[in-house]
T-cell receptor, first 112, second 116 residues
Framework: NAGVTQTPKFRVLKTGQSMTLLCAQD?????MYWYRQDPGMGLRLIHY???????AKGEVPDGYNVSRLKKQNFLLGLESAAPSQTSVYFC???????????FGQGTRLTVV | DQQVKQNSPSLSVQEGRISILNCDYT??????FLWYKKYPAEGPTFLIS?????DKNEDGRFTVFLNKSAKHLSLHIVPSQPGDSAVYFC???????????????FGKGTHLIIQP
């Protein structure tokens, strides 16, 4: 049972480049989330989805876009990367009955 | 405005002793609280939780206490072991009011160091 899988694990981008982070879960969870973790800041919610085809903004959505075309996948996009987006990104999913969130292993992104 | 606060960035405890991690919250609507443990280069993993209708929940060496009037919860680890060294995040959600889909609100974390 893979749980929540994030791709890639590491990435270095130049300022202005774009990229997409992929999150896949095999637990048939309805809810999916993207968080970022920065030193001294804890985990902050970027965007989330309560079902296929739906997305919503979290606490820090600026500079990111998301899509949930399939129930098991949640994509996080950076259209024009900035150094301030250097962070560790975590995807999580929650079953409809909640509330325990299952996390992926994280993606370490560096924007230079 | 930070709704979930962990005011101790780090805590050092001797092996075998009790570790007490604290968490405060400001949103009185929160009705479910969770603790997550995180090792370096790994995602957070669920440790223990408590509903707002309870004031204590135990799971082996881990006990979470909730004081609703003070908007405070704490995680007790007894006895502390070297493998407990990690960052611990407190999280809260509005489970029973139907807001659980909005996700968990996390504190900034406390780095627990267990010394031999």
């Amino acid at each position: 049972n893979a749980g929540v899988t994030q791709t890639p694990k590491f990435r270095v981008l130049k300022t202005g480049q774009s990229m997409t982070l992929l999150c896949a879960q095999d637990m048939n969870h309805e809810y999916m989330y993207w968080y970022r973790q920065d030193p001294g800041m804890g985990l902050r919610l970027i965007h989330y989805s309560v079902g296929e085809g739906t997305t919503a903004k979290g606490e820090v959505p600026d500079g990111y876009n998301v899509s949930r075309l399939k129930k098991q996948n949640f994509l996080l996009g950076l259209e024009s990367a900035a150094p301030s987006q250097t962070s560790v990104y975590f995807c999580a999913s929650i079953h409809l009955r909640g509330p325990e969130a299952f996390f992926g292993q994280g993606t370490r992104l560096t924007v230079v | 405005d930070q709704q979930v606060k962990q005011n101790s960035p780090s805590l050092s405890v001797q092996e075998g002793r009790i570790s007490i991690l604290n968490c405060d919250y400001t949103n009185s609507m929160f009705d479910y609280f969770l603790w997550y443990k995180k090792y370096p280069a790994e995602g957070p993993t669920f440790l223990i939780s408590i509903s707002s209708i309870k004031d204590k929940n135990e799971d082996g060496r881990f006990t979470v206490f909730l004081n609703k009037s003070a908007k405070h919860l704490s995680l007790h680890i007894v006895p502390s072991q070297p493998g407990d060294s990690a960052v611990y995040f407190c999280a809260a959600t509005l489970l029973y009011s139907g807001g659980g889909a909005d996700g968990l609100t996390f504190g900034k974390g406390t780095h627990l160091i267990i010394q031999p």
